[in-house]
């Protein structure tokens, strides 16, 4: 029997699909950037499953690519060359709620929204927040250390990640599903599968901080004149509130105009137009006045509005999350998921977006996002709607730019996004032979059949 009839025995006839109309669905990305092919999809419904069916493919030397919500932007889930698709979405249970942790054990195939809604009925929170977190599943979101809105004061996935469970690629199950703060006995060995984009093991679990709920939020929508009168205005907020800005993000004037332009039902909330603007957001416990120290961190903008109600603290976020979508609608464009540290984001954009604009005269600079983590989006949009194809040609090059630049300033050519496919071929330009070859060989040690998503985020090595 060769390998897809056994892993098919193996699986049941619930826990797989070789249905082209079932597959298809699960290889193409959400831009339709990247596509591929797969004989099969694997669907494990626990990791006992999980590891049955690893260890046929370790045996048989048969390549799979684990997927969770396919929401990924770095081409990471898709199976470039036939490999076996592992779908975690029967893996969806909620396991238990340690309210005095406060932790809960979840699969890795619960999207990020139900891992939220099982916090909340415990009357807890979880922090980490996407724009795709209705379909992004929790084992995707450890699996690419994914960021968000909440960095500023919860940290990346990483910093919320108590334990996993996470099946080998020989089959093995590695159980470090603990509850522990604290626990200093050597390798933290589930760093390793955190941001490992699935090249090391499939996780099956993950034992997750919870925090209070929030219980007052302020939002509001400033301009400032300059980045870096925004940063001061970050300043300020941190200073008067004493550290409760949850969330501080930066737009530029053509950010707005392009949502107002193209998204139904958003207005500009301020009466006179500015260069720029920040999207900020704090939140309280019980008995603060988060109104009056909001407010006052305000002080330092030019101009501001303070949402009144919930809904219209809904109305000045839709500004912000709409951005990529008013993107798409307006055209072409080139885009970057960079960070640099983050005093430095002013003169980033001073040096870098004139080198942009010399190889793209006319290009549109939307460079927008998480201003406290020092993330930008830092995009171009095509010089006029309809200038699509010369423009997107430029696309290599303006990524070599934009990549020397940001490396430059001591930043990271991915800030939340990952490498997969798209930036694999790049890291070797920015990181030293020495961090390369440590890279390979926890890869050679994980997976020495090279078994798990190969190709993706590791680079090989050239051989000139
Ligand atoms: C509209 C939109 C907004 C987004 N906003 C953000 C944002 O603000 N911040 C951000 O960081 N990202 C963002 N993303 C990117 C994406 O949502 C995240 O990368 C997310 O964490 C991916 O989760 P997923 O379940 O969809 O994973 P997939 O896309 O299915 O997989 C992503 C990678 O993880 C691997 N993988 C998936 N599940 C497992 C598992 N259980 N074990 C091992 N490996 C696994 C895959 O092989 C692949 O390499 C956004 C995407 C969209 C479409």
Known sequence: MNAIERLKQAAGPNGYSDDA???????????????????LLLKPASAGELSALLAICHETGTAVVPQGGNTGLVGGQIPFHGEVLVSTKRLNKVRTVDPHAPALVVEAGVTLAGVQQAAHEAGLFFPLSLA??????????????????????????????LGLEVVLADGRILDLLRLLPKDNTGYDLKQLFIGAEGTLGIVTAAALKL??????????????????AALDL????????GGLVSAFELLPRLALELVLAHIPGT????????PWYVLVEATAGEGVDLTTLFE?????????????SAAQGAALWKLRESISEAQKLEGASIKHD???????????????????LKLAPGARPVSFGHLGDGNLHFNFQSPQPGDDKPFLA?????????????????????????????KRDALPRYKSHAELDAMRAVKAAFDPKNILNPGKLVPPVLRL
């Open 211 to 228: 925090f209070p709920q929030p219980k007052s939020r302020a939002v509001g929508f400033a301009a400032v004149a300059s980045p870096a």
């Open 234 to 241: 970050l300043g300020q907020m941190q200073a008067r509130t």
């Open 394 to 422: 430029l696309w290599e090059e303006m990524q070599l730019i934009v990549h020397d630049a940001v490396h430059g300033f001591g930043g990271s050519i991915s800030a939340e996004h990952g490498i997969g496919i798209m």
């Open 296 to 308: 006052s961190g305000l002080m330092g903008a030019d101009d501001a509005v303070v949402a009144a």
């Open 267 to 274: 207005r500009d909330p301020l009466s006179a137009p500015s």
């Open 132 to 161: 795709s977190e209705g379909s992004c599943t929790i084992g995707g979101n450890i699996s690419t250390n994914a960021g968000g809105t909440h960095v500023i004061r919860y940290g990346m996935t990483r910093a919320l990640v």
């Open 21 to 39: 109309n079932e597959i298809a669905p699960h290889l193409t990305e959400w831009r339709g950037k990247y596509t591929g092919h797969s004989p």
């Open 338 to 356: 960079i960070a640099v540290p983050v005093a430095k984001v002013p003169e980033f954009l001073a040096v870098t977006v004139p080198q942009v």
